[in-house]
């Protein structure tokens, strides 16, 4: 089935995004408009799956940010310490994404032209890594009001190649691009092209994983939180006979259920001691991102499914405090697949739970009318084959996250020895 319409993908995608830092808050899709116009301008031929391609990378091209330092070098235009965002960005299109073949334009999106020219970045990564640079500085120019010609003009054929520099200003005269991020016209245009947008259901699904992954892998104590909670409610749906649609919105549905933590902060996610009461509704807060972040763009069932994981049959859960006659079984499975995740996995105030100390956990909760008895029940009695399925799928994810961060550290080495990182591979 497919999780959402075709055109929302790109709405869910910026949503989430936006929810990193508030001063990214729509960079994405601007630095997308205006290499659009350059592009026009350019008049490259590109086909629209080309098109759709780069429009989404320039809208996740900071997908790696999300550290309070970094964030505070990208959004000044005298760029400093930016590479970290850049290699980690890098890294998530390669391991996650449909976009592995415009990973070095992520890379480089904040590398000098002649930078890249003398470390030998040619061809069509040379040409969007530009353009995507330009046009990621130029909206934090126009953010300020500065003056773009003089800024550019005196950075032409350094940090910019002199053609991407010169087309986006016969842009701007032609398309008056400032004046359409100003008053947001702009999304209107964007939006016909959104519109005929088309991603399989393959492309749906990797999509939405990656977004569920970036924000797992913020922190390592929460890399298989997600994964976990999929194949628990997965394998737990199985066990109690759901159909199949209604499996497959409940695998989405667990997929996306801390879609919202992307606006927790990480220092809370790695909190090694007790969260205080402040902290704690600054944790709680994930669920209603999470849902202001699905609205509309998901079927219903899965956002329920999302957003009330939290929920408790008494009626003590958040946000809403739903009782159980206004909870659906697969809700109460994703409840209880959540909580298994948290007690079967280490996290930064906690170690591994037993087997029997998990289900104690689960029969105290079932038996307080906080969770679903029934639902625990099918746990208990088929343990250790929903260990197995959780395994599955955790190892593989387990490894692409060590690749990653030993890729991270290699690549922060070069950069370190050489002054210029590259892809591994």
């Known amino acids: 089935m497919h999780a959402i319409r075709s055109k929302n993908i790109w709405g869910i995608v910026k949503r989430t995004l936006n929810k990193v830092d508030p001063r990214l808050v729509e960079h994405g899709e601007r630095v997308a408009y205006i290499a659009l116009k350059i592009l026009e301008e350019a008049e490259e031929e590109i086909s629209h799956e080309m098109l759709k391609n780069v429009l989404l990378v320039c809208l996740i091209h900071d997908i790696g940010a999300y550290k309070t330092e970094e964030i505070d070098c990208i959004v000044e235009f005298e760029s400093r310490n930016v ?29 000098d032209y002649c930078l890249m020219k003398e470390q030998g970045v040619k061809g069509r990564t ?20 500065a003056q773009i010609r003089e800024k550019l003009e005196e950075r032409k054929g350094r940090e910019f190649s002199e053609f991407a520099v010169e087309t986006l200003l016969r842009a ?29 259901e393959d492309e749906q699904r990797t999509y939405l994983e990656m977004l569920a992954y970036s924000i797992d892998f913020r922190s390592e104590f929460m890399v298989l939180h997600t994964i976990t909670t999929v194949n628990a409610s997965i394998a737990i749906a199985n066990i109690m006979g759901i159909p199949g ?20 902060p990480v220092e809370i996610l790695e909190k090694p001691g007790a969260l205080t009461p402040d902290e704690y509704k600054i ?4 669920v209603v991102d999470s849902g202001r972040i699905l609205k509309e763009y998901v079927h219903p069932d899965i956002y329920k499914i999302a957003v009330r994981h939290h929920e408790k049959l008494d009626g003590s859960g958040y946000p809403l405090g739903l009782t159980g006659d206004h909870l659906s079984r697969e809700e109460r499975i994703c409840a209880v697949a959540d909580i298994i995740s948290a007690l079967i996995r280490k996290r930064s105030y906690k170690q591994v739970f ?13 038996r307080r009318n906080q969770i679903c008895p029934e639902v625990t029940e099918a746990v208990s009695m088929n343990y250790d084959f929903l260990m197995e399925e959780i395994d599955k799928n955790g190892e593989r994810l387990m490894l692409i996250y060590q690749q990653m961060k ?20």
């Not at 400032?178 to 005929?196: T, W």
């Open 354 to 366: 037993s087997k029997e100390q998990t289900l104690k956990i689960l029969g105290d909760m079932a």
């Open 83 to 111: 590479w970290e965002h850049s290699i980690y960005g890098s890294l998530f299109l390669k391991m996650f994404s449909p976009l592995s073949e415009y990973t070095e334009a992520v890379l480089y999106h904040h590398a």
């Open 283 to 286: 944790m709680q807060e994930h």
């Open 245 to 264: 649609d209604r499996s497959d919105r409940l695998y989405y549905g667990a997929l996306l259920h801390d879609i919202g933590k992307v606006a927790t």
């Open 172 to 200: 701007e005269e032609k398309y008056q691009i400032g004046r359409a991020l100003k008053d947001g016209s702009f999304e209107e245009e964007l939006e016909d092209i959104i519109e005929k947008m088309r991603f399989t």
């Open 126 to 145: 040379l040409f969007l890594a530009d353009v995507i640079h330009l046009a990621d500085r130029t909206d934090l120019l126009w953010q300020t009001k």
């Open 406 to 425: 030993d890729e991270y550290r290699e690549m922060l080495g070069m950069l370190k020895e050489q002054g210029f990182p590259k892809m591994l591979s």
